[in-house]
């Protein structure tokens, strides 16, 4: 491997003044280009890192902690984001879709990664990678008033389902690699798991709800109390050695309800997204080196296709198998595939982990070739899921219209949506 470029000697408040500037371009500028924010802060990440023009150096401590906590409140947010009214009023259905929009692309990633001579326990971890989804485009259908259609609200309840099931294989997957596999140790891993999700929804859950009930009136303490989640989530997840990234999602599902609505939760997210998490998907470019990254499209270019078109298949039968068993149309159909088709939050930061989960004999879990093809997912869905929910959201406010409009000529009646 060769070394890294000398870093440019620039004062810490320079780097940090360039960062920030880079922070305050760049949704900007995906904005003009239509680009989902995440590709643009990777690319700066790749630009202004190690192996670029190596602004901050690969190990800059105070560019990782706050890559850390974004990490965390990225999936912190996530779980905030569920709406649990509509998943308890369509459970069974986002259970279904859930199973199916997680088992599907599971299975499509564990055959890629045992076809192209990874072991088993990377090649479930990489079919967990695929099974997740996250829905970067559902402002897309907030905005365009469809947030209520059964299919929405069964494709956001199924997000619960898929993140914790991608998150618990993950936590299996990487206890196995760094400390073996027994028929004990996964007994005792599973038992953790299920202590773990039991204290922070049997327990956590309703002391946070308390908890803010009683100090709600004020901005700051729920502001503090909220960060204090995360971090006690993701402490307890480590202590249980499974990964944070799952303490901090559960710990957003806990206090979902309590939090929502509230000035609280409105500056933290602001915060989080301002600052923290642009900062992991920057430093999450750090590990991009654009000529090993050519090297390894050029040279895996089967396995890229197998990942990706693997998951694009498998979500959109996924989608089709579920929305057809319910008579749904085409428009609702493809809503479904196109939001869970996007592979950002969980996708990335399980790839991180497991590329950085390292065993006795100095193996990764993920490997770089394994690295930069998640990269490639990520860019090519998150790009392509905006895309094709604009598509049907055009499609559906059509057919409302195109209803409307016969509805509202005498002896006539509203036709369905043609693509039935």
């Not at 004020?218 to 989530?233: C, N, P, Q, R, Y």
């Not at 992991?280 to 050029?298: E, K, M, S």
């Not at 990764?364 to 899921?385: E, F, K, P, W, Y």
């Not at 059509?398 to 369905?416: D, F, K, L």
């Amino acid at each position: 491997m060769e070394p890294d470029v000398a870093s440019i000697d620039l004062p810490p408040m320079a780097r940090f003044a360039v960062v920030l500037f880079l922070v305050l371009c760049i949704p900007y500028i995906t904005r003009r280009l239509r680009l989902p924010s995440v590709v643009g802060y990777i690319l700066a990440g790749v630009l202004v890192g190690p192996h670029g023009i190596s602004l901050l150096p690969k190990h800059a401590q105070t560019a990782e902690f706050f890559a850390e906590l974004g990490k965390l409140l990225l999936m912190f947010f996530a779980g905030l984001e569920v709406d649990m009214r509509l998943f308890r009023e369509n459970r069974r259905k986002s259970l279904i879709f859930g199973l199916a929009t997680f088992g599907l692309p599971f299975a499509a990633g564990l055959a890629a990664g045992l076809s192209f001579g990874y072991g088993p326990i990377s090649a479930i971890l990489v079919g967990s990678l695929l099974a997740s989804h996250t829905l970067i485009a559902y402002p897309i259908v907030i905005a365009a008033g469809l947030a209520r259609r059964p299919a929405i609200a069964i494709t956001v309840g199924a997000t619960i389902l898929t993140d914790i099931l991608s998150l618990l294989v993950l936590a299996v997957c990487v206890t196995t690699h760094v400390s073996g596999f027994s028929p004990r140790s996964l007994a005792l891993q599973i038992g953790e798991l299920a202590l773990f999700v039991a204290v922070m929804v049997g327990i956590v859950g309703p002391v946070g709800r308390w908890l803010f009930e009683r100090l709600g009136k004020s901005d700051e303490l729920s502001f503090t109390l909220m960060m204090a989640i995360v971090a006690a989530g993701a402490t307890f997840a480590e202590a249980l050695q499974l990964e944070g990234i799952l303490g901090a999602f559960l710990a957003g599902l806990a206090v979902n309800e309590a939090v929502r609505g509230t000035a609280a939760k409105e500056k933290i997210e602001f915060l989080g997204n301002t600052v923290f998490i642009p900062a992991f998907f920057i430093v999450t470019g750090f590990l991009v080196d654009l000529r090993v990254f050519a090297v390894t499209l050029w040279s895996n270019t089967a396995l890229v296709l197998a990942i990706v078109l693997g998951l694009i298949a498998a979500k959109w039968i996924a989608a089709e198998i579920a929305g057809r068993a319910w008579g749904f149309s085409a428009v609702d159909r493809g809503l479904m595939g196109s939001l869970t088709l996007p592979q950002v939050a969980a996708t990335l930061a399980s790839a991180l982990v497991g590329y950085q989960a390292v065993n006795g004999a100095g193996q990764r879990l993920v490997d770089d070739a394994m690295l930069n093809t998640v990269l490639v997912l990520v860019i090519v869905t998150s790009v392509l899921g905006p895309i094709l929910v604009e598509y049907f959201v055009r499609r559906a406010g059509a057919g409302e219209r195109s209803s409307s409009a016969v509805a509202s000529v005498p002896g006539q009646s509203p036709v369905r949506d043609s693509g039935s």
